[in-house]
């Protein structure tokens, strides 16, 4: 395998790495990597197919945006930026992108082409705080690192203020990474959703050993959550156990 750096700098949160290679996923092409230095993937592109969605929880996330509002135009709040591979397949949408790390923001720009909906830069939960009540039909949390997901975009409070911000028929979606067994901090995760949604899914990737890391993505909402599971990118629905509630403080 290849590889060409294209940008190497410490940013306000993490070392960033950009870079070419000729191999993802198994397959040869001409590829390009957002990556932090611990080893955090944070967008790929396919260089040949630029519209190409490569990783499987925007595919599942769009999917389920659009199972929930029958694709139609609708409003969307969303907490991480990466290479803006979900804000740039939301079209028709009224989208508001928040990132805490303006150089990626700006990578995003000068290595990805990214030229989709304006970004803000700054804590997501604070400037969601900021919106209107009942104003978005969708949010998504889109922000972690190899230390997970910041505890305040995961705790009660957090989950409290964005079912302020939704529409009676809005939902969440929430993008994480977590062992493919026995994860208590998933769980947690999961049960405290429940405390400010009545209706809430959990979908996941197949992994192949019990200490693999896996994607997950939990769905909260007022109302039911349809899919369909052969849009899913290979996640599928599965249970997880009670956990402890995860607090501000």
Known sequence: MMQQILFREAGEQNEIIVYDTDEYGGSRGRFRILQFSDQAMQGAMDLEQPERILFEYPQAMLHLMASGDGGSAGSVFLIGHGIGTIARHCAGRRVKVAELDAQVVELSNKFFGYCGPDVVVGDGRALLAEEAAGSYDFILLDAFSDKGTPRHLTSRGFFELAASKLEDTGTILVNLMGKSENDAHIAAIH????????????????????ADRRNYILAGSFVAIPYQTKKMAGFTEIELGHGYIIEDF
């Open 191 to 210: 049960t405290t959703l429940r405390q400010a949604f009545p209706n809430v899914k959990a979908f996941a990737l197949p992994a192949a050993h019990a």
